[in-house]
């Protein structure tokens, strides 16, 4: 039958309902994909098909074959893993708006389990029909990965950008037919297999209406039919968008993220933080310190003109079961809910997953700065699924905050400072975050500090130790990067086939070693045999790792997982156990199902979620959003490969917790990763960067007279520990001191008096690349 529009080839025997009865997991689906029912655009059975319809159109540039045999549309694509075999529907569909596709398939003869059969739909076509701008459904064989279902997008210049991922309950068998579905409305688009959610997203754009077509790769796709319809019903706005920070006018570089406590006077459009505190209640009112009602949770939710996240105090498990009814219909993602019990903030974690939790110790009164003590700490927030403490104003300082920002923490304080001395103390100890009633203080303080000012040191990775100089993944190649001040040391582990964990970046020793082989089919008396190419070097066990560095000041290791061998983290946990190192180990792995075995077994160790493909959009705010929830869903910090835009993604998602610890960098994007601020930055070149003053302490007090230039003597530290002697190369008058001149790097003050100054160094990396860093304040009375 042919119409004037499209050839329709009714489908027989199809609807959501029957399909519900002959499939897996339909009953356990979590949303039900159905719309209000539409015109039918399109709809195919290959059961009565013997050829390809009318319109369809195969692409010039196929790898493999497209035919139609035994009831089904084969898209054979083995014959390349990488290359796509597609077809695109007639190109009539191509100017639809708010559509629906199923398509009712199965996966096939796989080259591997990463392969994947596809619905491709606002596609862009060259000549030839070769499909070159399109989004994609990608469904692969092994769906049960964590990234196992896809919502990506193919760009016209050729780059792939992952969006969203999202495992599967089980694998694609063969012999089974699914139902994938996406709905799209406006800027909208929801994904389904077999009436599963799997991505819930917004675009960039307003509407989708290129063309549709079916692809595959490494595998064949066996489509029994597909159907295009109208989709009536507008799909739910997306609540859960990331709120638009207010940033401060200050030049710092990744500065301390301001959180004002509100009372009832205080206009939450009008405050000048990037956060605002209330207390919360059962009734999820929003009270102020003194426990006042201000208004409702609601209330702020609702008010679209703010700009700034909410940071809330709870007190009870009534209010987190009140906060639980809530999400049901508002989503809670960008909030921030803050308390001094262990227990309750893992009572949230369970009831609302996706709100961040933050352990509230700033009236512990039992911690001291031993490492003892601050490891404890670290557990405590570790194991409360928090990633943020807030410290006690009695260890707030350099030392005792680094340990813990070393450690994957998001160090916090909650601050009575009002006097700018005060203030400039609270800044210069490298806080990620204060909580204080006087705001405006400290965002005055920040405005006056140069461009590219370190108030906090990022941390210096060491890429498998200095593989620049050294064998990598080796003792002696850790201990030389240590000796070159990085501050911390990364490694990759494996575990042998009798149960030993063994350093090794590649699951073959064939790179690096003058042996060959699996690493995790040899035992460790053959691993033991082993010799690095170029040093000569043996393949060390984390053990000796762990007895070697075992007390080191400042050491951390930073343990990649690249097995996937489930033995491997409770082998882990019984060497950190056994050597005591629970203080200088934190774990990552690209590998999802190792961190939350990491999570089961090792809860009290921080964790970091290693990214082989960041989100991608036009928007700050919906890359960050998923960024977000990337790192919640493990509690985890993040740890993504360079990119252009990592800069704007990390200044706005740093309010809410999360730590950046890029990797893949070289010499330029690391200098521009490290004068932006970033937590840590991985090199393979740590004695590039072993000479970098990191430190500057200068005189409590000094005294001069009016008119007399300050000249201050400071003492330096380099990244490698060496210490010198220098001068300061300019000031900062803080607010209070009497009238002065200040031009340029001179100083002198036309009053007597009191004043209070920070002295600043300012140390050019190269041509281009530079920072500032700034002493404690000083004492300056002039007579």
């Given at each position: 039958m042919k119409l004037s529009f499209l050839t329709i080839i009714l489908l027989s025997s199809f609807s959501v309902e029957s399909y519900a009865e002959s499939t897996t997991n339909i009953k356990s689906a979590n949303i039900s994909a159905t719309s209000a029912l539409g015109k039918t655009y399109a709809q195919v059975n290959f059961e009565q098909q013997k050829i390809i319809p009318q319109g369809w159109r195969v692409p010039g540039n196929n790898a493999g074959n497209i035919f139609i045999r035994d009831g089904f549309l084969h898209i054979d694509a083995r014959k390349s893993a990488t290359q796509t075999t597609s077809i695109l529907l007639p190109t009539e569909l191509a100017n639809l708006q708010n559509y629906r596709i199923d398509v009712e398939f199965t996966l096939d003869q796989a080259v591997n389990p990463s392969r994947w059969g596809s619905v491709i739909y606002d596609v862009v076509a060259a000549q030839g029909f070769i499909p070159k701008k399109y989004y994609q459904l990608t469904l692969r064989a092994d769906t049960a990965a964590k990234n196992g279902t896809e919502f990506g997008n193919r760009k016209i210049n050729g780059q792939w950008n992952v969006i969203e991922t999202k495992e599967f309950s089980e694998n694609i068998k063969a012999n089974q037919l699914y139902k994938a579905t996406i709905l799209v409305h406006g800027n909208r688009v929801q994904q389904y297999l077999n009436n599963v959610l799997l991505q819930n997203v917004e675009l960039d754009q307003s509407q989708l209406n290129g063309e549709i077509g079916l692809s595959a790769a490494g595998l064949v796709m066996k489509v029994k039919s597909i159907q295009v319809s109208e989709q009536n019903t507008a799909l739910p706005n997306l609540n859960n968008k990331v709120t638009a920070v207010q940033e401060s006018a200050t030049q710092v570089s990744a500065a301390a993220t301001l959180i004002q406590k509100m009372s009832a006077d205080l206009n939450v459009n009008a405050v000048q933080a990037n956060q605002v505190y209330y207390r919360l209640d059962a009734k999820l009112n929003l009270l102020d310190v003194s426990g006042n009602p201000i208004f409702t949770l609601q209330h702020y939710l609702n008010n679209t003109q703010r700009k700034n996240i909410a940071v809330l105090s709870i007190q009870d498990q009534q209010t987190i079961l009140a906060l639980k009814q809530l999400a049901k219909s508002q989503d809670l993602s960008d909030l921030t809910l803050l308390s001094s019990e262990t227990e309750l903030l893992q009572f949230a974690h369970q009831y609302i997953p996706m709100t961040r939790t933050a352990l509230d110790l700033s009236k512990a009164k039992n911690f001291s700065s031993s490492r003892k003590d601050l490891n404890t700490i670290t557990q405590m927030t570790n194991q409360a699924f928090a990633k943020i403490v807030v410290l006690p104003k009695a260890l707030i300082d350099v030392k005792n905050v680094s340990f813990l920002q070393r450690l994957l923490m998001t160090v916090w304080v909650d601050s009575s400072a009002t006097t700018a001395p005060e203030v400039a103390s609270i800044l210069a100890s490298g806080v990620n975050g204060i909580i204080t009633s006087d705001s405006a203080a400290f965002d005055a303080l920040l405005k006056q500090f140069p461009q590219n000012t370190l108030l906090r040191k990022p941390f210096i990775i060491g890429h498998r130790g200095v593989p620049s100089l050294e064998d990598e993944n080796t003792i002696e190649s850790a201990k030389h990067a240590v000796a070159l001040g990085a501050d911390i040391v990364e490694n990759d582990i494996y575990i042998t086939k009798d149960n030993h964990v063994v350093v090794m970046h590649d699951e073959t020793v064939n790179r690096t070693t003058k042996g060959t082989g699996k690493i995790e089919e040899m035992t460790l008396a053959e691993v033991q045999q082993l010799r690095t190419?170029?040093?000569?070097?043996?393949?060390?066990?984390?053990?000796?790792?762990?007895?070697?560095?075992?007390?080191?000041?400042?050491?951390?290791?930073?343990?990649?997982?690249?097995?996937?061998?489930?033995?491997?983290?409770?082998?882990?946990?019984?060497?950190?156990?056994?050597?005591?190192?629970?203080?200088?180990?934190?774990?990552?792995?690209?590998?999802?199902?190792?961190?939350?075995?990491?999570?089961?077994?090792?809860?009290?160790?921080?964790?970091?979620?290693?990214?082989?493909?960041?989100?991608?959009?036009?928007?700050?705010?919906?890359?960050?959003?998923?960024?977000?929830?990337?790192?919640?869903?493990?509690?985890?910090?993040?740890?993504?490969?360079?990119?252009?835009?990592?800069?704007?993604?990390?200044?706005?998602?740093?309010?809410r917790g999360v730590t950046y610890w890029p990797w893949n960098l070289n010499e330029t994007t690391f200098k521009q990763l490290y004068v932006a601020g970033l937590n840590g930055v991985t090199t393979n070149f740590v004695q590039l960067y072993s000479k970098n003053i990191v430190d500057i302490q200068a005189p409590t007090e000094l005294k001069i007279k009016v008119g007399q230039p300050v000249h201050m003597a400071v003492r330096l530290k380099q990244q490698d520990g060496m210490a010198l002697e220098g001068q300061a190369q300019q000031f900062i008058v803080l607010a209070g001191s009497p009238q002065h001149e200040l031009k340029a790097e001179s100083l002198s003050f036309t009053q007597k008096g009191t004043a209070y100054v920070l002295a600043g160094y300012k140390y050019q990396m190269d041509q281009q690349y530079f920072y500032h860093i700034f002493s404690k304040p000083v004492k300056v009375t002039i007579k």
């Open positions: 190419k170029n040093k000569n070097y043996h393949v060390p066990t984390l053990a000796e790792y762990f007895s070697t560095f075992k007390n080191t000041p400042n050491f951390v290791l930073m343990i990649e997982l690249k097995s996937t061998n489930p033995k491997l983290v409770p082998a882990l946990k019984a060497e950190i156990e056994k050597y005591g190192v629970e203080n200088q180990v934190v774990i990552t792995s690209f590998n999802r199902e190792q961190i939350q075995l990491v999570k089961k077994y090792i809860p009290m160790v921080s964790t970091g979620v290693l990214i082989q493909t960041m989100p991608s959009s036009n928007q700050v705010l919906i890359s960050s959003r998923q960024i977000l929830a990337e790192a919640q869903k493990y509690t985890s910090s993040y740890h993504p490969p360079y990119r252009n835009d990592l800069t704007k993604l990390f200044a706005e998602t740093q309010h």
